[in-house]
């Protein structure tokens, strides 16, 4: 039942479990704070009935369906975060573009970026608050359904993330439109990236404003780069938007941890943990010790496991959590996957795994 209450971004109840919230900021904690990626997601069976039927982005529209997709997972396991339910394309949709979402093919945008002159297309100035606004309302209602239980994250794709969409008219395996305007037309390029940025520093502002509590980047093409090309048209935009964001919340007298995730990007390890980011995510290519040693104890690191290791036999999945926090050590660390839950996976070994983690870090905090 959704009251009056719910509709406004204050008087929420009182956080009871801040564990992700100060291992974000490398503060000593009980256990590792877990949660994971996707956790609202396929691999529930109460996700796939609530979403049966109804359009995706039509879904992402409606705060009382976000809010209940976001709390199924909180329903069944002790994570010790929720990650609003979302989609990073909202923002080219906030710019002016169509982005549909086709079964058996994913995220579709029937009228990419081909040219340069194609930018005039996209809306200069965004009102976040007018085409985004359904998030910022979704946010609110799950933090006071949410009754304090865990922290509420928001998040944003990233510029080059989202403009590799925008070009490629959906997933692709090589990126080599996106590339090939990077590579022709850097001017472009960058003038993309500007507006994306703009629109995300906004969005995110706005996301904290509704209620999250976190906020968390994902540059998920990070890896379709090379170390050059990423030091100019991806690092960049980040530190940006990390800087802008927190310069606003600085002046505002808050103070929310930011994650930034970029997925196959290690060659950048270094200057992602000195990028204005409290937490850096990690995919499963990363070894646990050699990242707390390139990012020489500057921030948090978040992940990493790989997300087929929750195939594996619920003891051996023990194991693997195990060496996972030895590798890292208990204090700012926030242990999760390396990228999303798939569909096909058991709910049991995600409940196995956050189990593994609890357990293990109670014993290991203990033992020190």
């Given amino acids: 039942m959704e009251t009056d209450r719910d509709c406004y971004p204050k008087d929420f109840p009182q956080l009871q479990n801040d564990t992700f919230l100060r291992a974000a900021r490398g503060e000593e904690t009980e256990h590792v704070p877990v949660w994971c990626m996707r956790q609202a997601g396929r691999y529930l069976p109460e996700f796939r009935e609530s979403r049966a039927g109804k359009d995706f982005f039509e879904t992402c529209q409606t705060p009382a369906a976000c809010c209940e997709l976001t709390l199924q997972p909180l329903r069944r396991f002790p994570f010790d975060a929720a990650i609003i339910f979302s989609d990073i ?63 509420l994250i928001g998040f944003t794709g990233a510029p080059w993330t989202l403009m590799s969409y925008m070009i490629e008219g959906g997933g692709s395996n090589t990126h080599s439109k996106a590339k090939r305007w990077l590579y022709r037309h850097p001017e472009a390029s960058h003038m993309l990236l500007r507006m994306l940025t703009d629109v995300i520093v906004e969005y995110l502002l706005g996301q904290v404003a509704a209620g999250a509590q976190a906020l968390q980047v994902f540059e998920s093409h990070a890896g379709i780069l090379g170390p050059v090309e990423f030091k100019e048209f991806a690092l960049p935009y980040l530190r940006d938007i990390a800087r802008r964001v927190k310069d606003k919340l600085k002046e505002a007298g808050q103070d929310v941890p930011m994650i930034v995730f970029a997925k196959d990007g290690h060659y950048a390890l270094e200057d992602l943990s000195q990028s204005h980011y409290e937490v850096v995510g990690l995919d499963w290519t990363i070894d646990p010790q050699s990242a707390r040693e390139r990012t020489g104890g500057k921030v ?22 195990k060496k996972m926090l030895e590798g890292f050590g208990t204090r700012a660390y926030i242990a999760n996957l390396g990228h999303g839950l798939y569909p096909d996976m058991d709910p049991e070994s995600v409940g196995a795994f956050v189990e593994a983690v609890h357990t293990h870090s109670r014993q290991m905090i203990k033992q020190k």
């Fill in 89 to 151: 394309l909202v923002v080219p949709q906030a710019m002016g573009m169509d982005v549909q979402m086709v079964a058996g093919k994913g995220p579709t945008f029937p009228e990419p970026l081909k040219e340069p002159e194609d930018l005039q297309r996209l809306r200069v100035k965004v009102d976040v608050g007018k085409e985004l606004g359904y998030v910022f309302k979704a946010i609110t209602l799950t933090r006071h359904k949410i009754e304090g239980k865990v922290p």
């Fill in 300 to 321: 948090s690191l978040q992940g990493n496991m790989d997300p087929c290791a929750l195939y594996a036999p619920k003891e051996r999945i023990s194991d693997i959590v």
